[in-house]
């Protein structure tokens, strides 16, 4: 079971990142993938999620800025943030379940497995 996270950095507001997930193969073959991030002092909310079927969730605080996306001959999942804004800061961490609700809900409690995180900092 390994979920490793990498391409997080500091940037200015309205740059770009790209976070990338690496998966073994067990956990990559689960259902659902999300990222979920988590600020000093804030409870870890749900980002972004992507089903096996390619069916995606977005807070409506990244809607139309951030996109996920997996990558099953990598076994890797993706979020691409554009438009960054100094409220983006946090720790991002990706994570995989089978359980259908917690996919669509994005509930931590319902995902199974969690990468180590990578810190993203957006400055104004």
């Known amino acids: 079971v390994q979920l490793v996270e990498s391409g997080g950095g500091s940037v200015q507001a309205g740059n770009s990142l790209r976070l990338s997930c690496v998966a073994s193969?067990?956990?990559?073959?689960?259902?659902?993938m999300a990222w979920f991030r988590q600020a000093p002092g804030k409870e870890r909310e749900g980002v972004a999620s992507?089903?096996?079927?390619?069916?995606?969730t977005y807070a409506d605080s990244v809607k139309g800025r951030f996109t996920i996306s997996r990558d099953s001959a990598k076994n890797t999942l993706y979020l691409q943030m554009n438009s960054l804004k100094p409220e983006d800061t946090a720790m991002y961490y990706c994570?995989?379940?089978?359980?259908?609700?917690?996919?669509?809900?994005?509930?931590?409690?319902?995902?199974?497995?969690w990468g180590q995180g990578t810190q993203v900092t957006v400055s104004s």
């Open positions: 994570a995989t379940t089978n359980a259908v609700w917690a996919c669509k809900f994005m509930k931590p409690n319902g995902f199974d497995y």
């Open positions: 193969e067990y956990t990559y073959s689960q259902y659902c």
């Open positions: 992507i089903g096996r079927d390619s069916s995606t």
